[in-house]
């Protein structure tokens, strides 16, 4: 079984690598959208799913990812992916004083909170001219989607591998205590602030490298695309689907809804927003738990039937007790 | 001097409407806990449907008013009716799920503002002319939009004192178990306070298009500007809410004559993340258990 892993992975990783070396522009597009937003969807996975902080505004990050990139090429020509690394250590640098403020609210006022800052981002970097304003950037055009694809491939596989790792380690089992009981976490010795704040870090990095590689893909960076409501809710919403603070759930929401939302975006932009909202209201009470503890418990169940999952969505995929 | 006294009148008439825009919000809250992500675009939907009926029929909105409540209560009660209380049971107790649905029907009903509406910035023209005061200029549509809000605002208090449902509202907000013990009905409580508060949205919203333009993507600062005024006042106080209203309609129109607009539209988030930082409980607040 562990064998068949590994095999799994390794075929997975080099087709990853050299398919896009063989395939046209619109399905390399449709494949560099996909490791986006499963990107994407870990980083917000981090966050509200491990740590049970709902955040819908980690588009904030993914903005000022691309935003740093775009301003940085233009003023030094610097290669972009050294610019779009700076974006993403800036990302982190900035969460660290924003988590700190952020994460001592709680529920629905930290959910607000960072709605707020996404919304606030988006009219700094509308009314500042010296990042072009409404009108936005331009970047220098002409440039190849492979190297952003890879680039791309490289932050989500990493989005991916550190998920895998909070999942079998102390920090994740303190993130996981921490959405539980912040309160009785706190009384059993987690440094919550610490753990929280750490985690907000990784959930800020993630949008941030990725934005770079996106602004640098647009070529052309303006507020609404840079700190789009549509990627944002989109990213959830796939992560919603897959099964919040699961491992996999991410990545299974981000490939399976990847191809429907850009065919729908491209053909019915004016319904997209309608459909995409709607589809999470129903999923929230169809399936709440996700495509992936929903199939978790199924299987659990057909070995030892009297196993079952009670999960609540935000709940750790289903398992061996790690106490 | 005169500026100081203008900016104050500005901000006490734009307060007014604040005020009854978050009196709809801390209903919901007040009672189901719900933080309704969705409360903004309600708000825009109402100002944009006036202001079509206004660009086609030339109708004023505020005969509109009755019409747009009453959609906004139906609106509302089918959503707690028909999806709230869907919810499945193990998750209906945390937050998460409650904030996480309104915030996919914010965008449900942005893309159906779009949709309906179209993505053009729309107004109603009406009362564009200012009453003279001295050197003190009053627009006539804010002050219209703030005696109707006050009104509007009286009859909600009435109604939450004198009527057995209204009783039975603040029962379930002030303790959900004492209630239930003395036999309040509490899903039609909840229906009905998801109703109201989206009713009263609706009626801000008709109030709002004389003041404001409005496109239908505009939702979310409405609820952050709701969210802020009850956080200030704090959550589930009433007077509060009407305090904090003053507070962010002052702030904002400080802002906006000192710091220009853009920092402006900043200024309830802003505010917002103070308070909750330094008056965790709001000024007015009780402890929310």
């Known amino acids: 079984m562990k064998i068949a892993g590994w095999i799994g992975a390794a075929t997975a990783l080099v087709l990853l690598l050299f398919v896009p070396l063989h395939i046209n522009g619109y399905w390399l597009n449709l494949l560099y959208q996909t490791v986006l937003y499963v990107g994407l969807a870990y980083g917000f996975n981090i966050i509200s799913g491990y740590a049970g902080y709902f955040s819908f505004g980690q588009i904030a990050f993914f903005g000022i990812g691309a935003y740093t990139t775009g301003a940085l090429v233009l003023a030094t020509h610097w290669d972009w992916t050294i610019c779009a690394l700076i974006g993403g250590v800036l990302c982190g640098v900035l969460a660290v004083p924003i988590g700190a403020v952020m994460l001592r609210l709680r529920g629905p006022f930290f959910a607000i909170g960072m709605l707020g800052l996404a919304q606030t981002a988006r009219v700094l970097a509308s009314s500042s001219s010296a990042l072009g304003g409404g009108s936005g950037m331009y970047l220098p055009p002409g440039s190849s989607l492979l190297p952003v694809y890879y680039w791309t491939l490289a932050v989500a596989g990493g989005a991916f591998a550190i998920t895998w790792w909070i999942d079998h380690s102390a920090f994740g089992l303190r993130l996981q205590a921490i959405r539980e009981d912040e309160a009785i976490a706190a009384t059993l010795g987690v440094s919550t602030t610490r753990a929280k704040v750490s985690a907000f870090i990784i959930s800020a990095i993630i949008p941030g490298l990725l934005g770079g590689g996106y602004a640098w893909f647009l070529t052309y960076i303006e507020p609404t695309s840079a700190f789009s409501a549509r990627v944002d809710l989109q990213s959830i919403v796939m992560t919603i689907l897959g099964g919040i603070g699961t491992l996999w759930g991410p990545l299974v929401g981000a490939v399976l809804m990847t191809q429907v939302s850009e065919a729908l975006w491209a053909n019915f932009p004016q319904a997209y927003l309608m459909i995409f909202g709607g589809l999470l209201v129903v999923l929230l009470i169809v399936l709440p738990r996700g495509i992936v503890p929903a199939i978790a418990t199924r299987m659990q169940k057909r070995t030892t039937p009297s196993a079952g999952g009670g999960m609540v969505m935000g709940s750790a995929q289903p398992g061996p007790e790690r106490t | ?289």
């Open chain 2, 1 to 289: 001097m005169d500026t100081v006294v203008q900016l104050i009148v500005n901000g006490l008439l734009l307060g007014g409407v604040l005020a009854l825009s978050a009196l709809g919000f801390n209903i919901i809250f007040g009672v189901m806990r719900v933080v309704n992500l969705a409360h903004g675009d309600l708000v825009v939907i109402a100002a944009l449907t006036c202001a079509m009926a206004y660009a086609h029929w030339h109708i004023n909105p505020l005969l509109l008013l009755p019409f747009t409540a009453l959609g906004g209560f139906v609106i509302g009660a089918c959503i707690q009716r028909f999806l709230l209380r869907r919810l499945p049971a193990e998750i209906a107790s945390g937050e998460a799920s409650s904030l996480t649905l309104t915030f996919g029907l914010s965008y449900f009903l942005a893309g159906l503002g779009l949709w309906i509406f179209g993505g053009q910035i729309r107004s109603v023209p009406y009362l564009t002319g200012a009453i003279q005061l001295g050197a003190i200029s009053i627009p006539q549509a804010r002050l219209l939009a703030f005696v109707a809000a006050i009104v509007i605002a009286g009859l909600l208090g009435v109604f939450l004192r004198y009527t057995s449902i209204g009783r039975a509202i603040r029962a379930t907000s002030m303790n959900l178990d004492g209630a239930l013990a003395c036999g309040v009905d509490a899903d039609l409580v909840r229906t009905v306070s998801f109703g109201l508060g989206s009713a009263v949205a609706a009626a801000a919203g008709t109030l709002l298009s004389y003041v404001y333009t409005f496109n239908p993507q505009d939702g979310i600062p409405f609820t952050i500007s709701a969210f802020a005024v009850i956080a200030i006042g704090g959550l589930g106080s009433y007077t509060g809410a009407l305090l904090g209203a003053l507070v962010l309609g002052f702030a904002q129109a400080f802002a906006s004559y000192y710091a220009g607009s853009t920092l402006a539209d900043a200024a309830p988030y802003v505010l917002f993340v103070l308070v909750m930082l330094v008056l965790p409980q709001g000024l007015l607040g009780r402890r929310a258990s």
